[in-house]
RNA sequence: GCGGGCGUGAUGGAAUGGUAGACAUAUCGGACUUAAAAUCCGUGGGCCGUAUGGCCGUGUGGGUUCGAGUCCCACCGCCCGCACCA
């Protein structure tokens, strides 16, 4: 009997796909297309086993299509201009291209012993000038429809290096190499008009059917569309009017001060006059620019000297603060602080001892007058004295729902009971009627900056000209190459800074417009574009345009996008953004306007570290070939040291547990490793890997592999052909709904479930090969190789591959009886088996005479009986 | 800080609001073997009980329901994102 050799097996059947043409992908208006994609890759080196998993999925629902009649595009290319490229080169004096290209060599070799159904015909790497060339072309045509602009935004900036720093550089507010104070600084960069979209954006969220939830929520948060009054305050020195935005206007009458950003123009102005001021903006320049990093700042202030009129009452005098938390990309940029109703404002007003006056109390309760001692508030806010109960202020701010209604205190309006809702309708009504506001409706969604002042990016095809200005490459000219070299050597990497901007002829160029000597723009593209539209170019790779809109509606939309939730937010809004901009310079049909129809989110791959500490208790990490489990915990299995063992971390190489899927494929194949990584955890959840797990993986195929061989030695051994059957309809049941609805944990413990069956059927030598060749059907999405062994095995014609799916006999489905579980007041006492159509009058009868419920009855009569057909019977006493 | 998610035996996990723990792993017991490996059979949440069986049990505390792992509220812990990481 012939072992279960991968090492034969797998190569065998990856060449017999290849010669066979089976996963290149032709149009075929015959059949319905399925396009099936995992985001692609950055070519860091050697593959992960978290890519892996995404390409497994990715593979199962393409194997499983094509099964199913469709005509599948499954395509793979490499995300592959980026930071890391130059680091490497930075770090060891290569050269970015050099590098990425070996390991998008590297990775490929990897990726193709997995023996994923991949079109590689259509492969290409962002970095490719055949592709960013492309993308310069579209960069000419939103410029053209006003798609892209220029303004000043905020960059970190290493004031040692004299450098640009991604926030990922930022470490602590220090740059990453120089170890020097971050600052933020304005620099003039390149903008896509994605808030043009907010309001389509937002709304087309609605018809995503198919994406998660959580995604969708997300997307919808991160657009922020909110409702609000904008008005001004007019200033008491007579200067220029300070124009707020603010969503909670119905509290207006509990403001203390108004805030500004230090980079309002006001601030400004002040500090053109004023070496405090100027010296407290600079202190608030401090630091990296992340949300993240400001939000957590501590909250800074300094009064200006100016003050406002309030809009509602012309001698009300509130004090100009600028404050480090007030962004300029929001709104105006100025705010009115309420501190009784918004926490931040709390702390600033306590912090500065600014009044603070509320503007309503909970429903049932009443203003506290200051007669009421601190003492009576014993248990926060409220207070009860003689039966009335009082509210006042102390650590929180009073922040309810704005759907609840609350108590208003002085309400312009006129407001007694209502809910924030309503006071914010009366508020911007009141404010519209006078004349002093209006209501108007913001977006948080901020353009998109995609200027980076690196080298290793797509550069952005613009000339400067002293004369003409900013000036549009001409599209013939495409693509603007990177250069390779600067003065005959490659280019030094050694230095900070952009390459691209101190080199000695790349800039140098004819203005498009006028012919005289220019500069090219030195800046190149965030990487997010590049993966902003990837998807539409595997309709046509090596198109002379963009796109050929005769591909893009033919494959179009992406049927199936698989990728990773941290790119939620960012990458699928850029992307759904990139796909209306294409739609408009004519690249996309309307039709691929939203280019995901279905999204999944999968989880990552984890792995245990192992850890000991050294002499200065510092953490020492072992891999895990060094470590021996024992029952009584884990040891180094040199020294016989305890060892701490911390499970489902994220693989990292600074904790030497990182799984190299090479030497995985090395000692059990292909099929074990995907196997494992679809077999243990849903696959939106994360999954621990683990030797065992492996290793018992691999024993499982081993075994179907010998069920195989023993059925096709022959031989009957029995007459259980009917149960059998009933097992496989089952199985062909349960696993395609399993696939359908991304359960492959689910769907493989089904496998499991029915190998079982099948491995002790005592049957006919035909119901055995039926099932062995149906259970290698089933498997084959998940574990092609040994699939095509088996079906070539049983005698198969042609690819299992292209074998159409099985069909399940829903006859063979249905049970003739079923057991119904009793309950006696939602606790399980009984259980009874009827045929399954038995009325419910009958079934009530059952129970009522079932020996466990006449017990609990005890002579008397149930209040209630509850039956659920074929799942449930109740009686509640 | 803000937004989103997750939490079930020793372990990974299963479960259209309807018998919690499918399937797999560890463990333990047995068969086969001179022996081991492989393989096969059984055991496999906790407590009490010889057993039929009983009580408890899905992070914690409350709520809705005939019935809650599942729905709602609060809390705790962990994970993801926060616009220049990809």
């Known amino acids: 009997m012939s072992r279960y050799d991968t090492k034969t097996i797998e190569p ?3 060449a017999a796909w290849e010669q066979a043409g089976t996963f290149v992908a032709t149009r075929d208006e015959a059949k319905p297309k399925y396009y099936v994609l995992e985001m692609f890759p950055y070519p860091s080196g050697r593959i992960h086993i978290g890519h892996v998993r995404n390409y497994t999925m990715g593979d199962v629902i393409a194997r499983f299509k094509l099964a199913t009649g469709h005509n599948v595009l499954h395509p793979m290319g490499f995300d592959a201009f980026g930071m890391p490229a130059e680091n490497a080169a930075m770090a060891s004096g290569g050269h970015p291209k050099t590098w990425t290209y070996d390991n998008i060599d590297t990775m490929v070799e990897q990726m193709k012993p997995l023996g994923f159904g991949l079109d590689w015909s259509r492969m290409f790497a962002t970095c490719d ?12 045509d939103f410029m053209e429809k006003g798609l892209v602009y220029r303004k000043n935004a905020v960059v970190n900036w290493d004031p040692v290096d004299m450098t640009v720093l991604a926030n990922e550089q930022v470490i602590d507010g220090k740059g990453w190499r120089s170890g020097a104070e971050v600052e933020r600084r304005e620099l003039t960069q390149w903008f ?8 389509e954006l937002l709304e087309a969220i609605d018809g995503l059917d198919d994406w998660p939830a959580k995604v969708k929520l997300m997307q919808q948060n ?13 200033r008491v020195d007579g200067g220029d009017p300070i124009a707020v935005y603010t969503t909670r206007p119905d509290t207006l009458m509990g403001a203390a001060f108004v805030g500004i950003s230090p980079d309002h123009p006001v601030a400004k102005a002040l500090a053109a006059a004023d070496p405090k001021v100027e010296a407290f903006r600079a202190e608030c320049q401090k630091g990296g620019t992340t949300e993240e990093a400001l939000e957590k700042a501590e909250k800074l202030g300094l009064d200006t000297g100016l003050t406002v009129r309030h809009p509602l009452n012309p001698n009300w005098e509130l004090p100009v603060w600028i404050a480090n938390f007030i962004l300029m990309d929001y709104g105006t940029g100025a705010i009115f602080g309420c501190p009784a109703h918004d926490q931040r404002d709390l702390d600033f007003c306590r912090k500065y001892a600014l009044p603070v006056t509320e503007t309503f109390v909970p429903e049932d309760t009443k203003l506290a007058p200051k007669s009421i001692l601190d003492a009576e508030f014993v248990d926060g806010d409220i207070a009860e004295v003689h039966g009335t109960r009082y509210f006042r202020l102390h650590d929180q701010a009073y922040v309810p729902p704005k759907t609840e209604r609350v108590r208003w205190i002085n309400h312009f309006a006129g407001l007694d009971l209502a809910t924030g809702d309503e006071a914010i309708d009366a508020t911007i009504a009141v404010a519209e009627r006078d004349g002093w506001g209006k209501g108007v409706t913001n977006y948080r969604l901020r353009d998109w900056g995609l200027s980076r002042q690196r080298y290793w990016g ?27 070299d600067e003065d005959g050597k490659p280019i030094d990497f050694s230095v900070p800074g952009n390459p691209l901007d101190r080199h000695p002829t ?19 593209m965030d990487t997010f574009v590049d993966s902003s539209w990837y998807f539409a170019r595997f309709t046509a790779p090596r198109e002379k345009t963009p796109t050929n809109m005769d591909d893009a509606k033919y494959w179009m939309n992406v049927d199936q ?10 990458h699928l809004l850029y992307s759904r953004f990139f796909a209306r901009a294409m739609h408009i310079c004519g690249h996309l049909p309307k039709s691929a306007i939203e280019p995901f129809d279905a999204l999944f989110t999968q989880g990552m791959v984890t792995h245990a570290i192992y850890v000991t500490r050294d002499e200065n208790d510092r953490p020492v990490y072992h891999f895990p070939e060094d470590v021996e489990i024992h029952e009584s915990g884990a040891r180094l299995g040199a020294t016989g040291e305890e060892v701490e063992v911390i499970p489902s971390a994220k693989m990292s190489k600074s904790k030497n547990n990182v799984v190299d899927p090479v030497a995985i494929i090395d000692q059990y194949g292909a099929d074990t490793a995907r196997w494992f990584v679809l077999s243990d955890s849903p696959p939106e959840r994360d999954v621990e890997w683990t030797a065992a797990g492996a290793e018992a993986a691999f024993r499982h195929l081993s075994r179907v592999h010998r069920i195989s ?7 009957d051994t029995g007459t259980g052909d009917d149960a059998l059957r009933r097992a496989m309809h089952k199985a062909i049941h349960d696993v395609t709904m399993g696939v359908e609805s991304f359960g492959f944990n689910a769907a493989i413990a089904k496998l499991y479930a029915f190998t079982n069956v099948l491995a002790k059927a005592k049957a006919s030598h035909a119901a055995r090969r039926e099932a062995i060749i149906t259970l290698a059907q089933l498997m084959a999405p998940m574990t092609p190789h040994l699939a095509e062994e088996i079906w070539a095995t049983q005698g198969g014609e042609g690819l299992i591959a292209n074998a159409p799916w099985p069909k399940a006999d829903e006859s063979l489905l249905v049970e003739d009886t079923v057991t119904l579980p009793i309950q006696v007041n939602g606790k399980r006492r009984s259980e009874v088996t009827v045929p399954k159509d038995l009325p419910k009058a009958e079934v009530e009868k059952l129970a009522l005479a079932d020996e466990a419920v006449v017990k609990a009855l005890a002579g008397g009569q149930p209040k209630k009986l509850i039956v659920v057909p074929g799942r449930i019977v109740n009686v509640v006493i």
Not at 192 to 199: A, H, L, P, R
Not at 561 to 570: D, S, V
């Open 12 to 14: 065998k059947w990856q």
């Open 129 to 140: 000038p055949e592709y960013y060339g492309q993308q310069q072309a579209m960069f000419l």
């Open 192 to 199: 896509f008009k994605i808030s043009d979209f907010s309001e």
């Open 222 to 234: 991160w657009i922020g569309k909110s409702r609000g009054l904008e008005f001004a305050f007019e």
């Open 458 to 484: 797509c550069p952005i095809p613009v000339v400067h000209c002293e004369d003409c200005g900013v000036v549009p490459e001409k599209k013939e000219n495409l693509p603007v190459e990177l250069p390779f």
């Open 506 to 524: 790349w800039r140098d160029c004819a203005c498009p417009a006028c012919g005289k000597p220019a500069k090219r723009e030195t800046d190149t």
């Open 561 to 570: 996008y698989i990728g990773g939730i941290e790119h939620a937010i960012l």
């Open 709 to 715: 061989a023993e059925i096709a030695e022959g031989g």
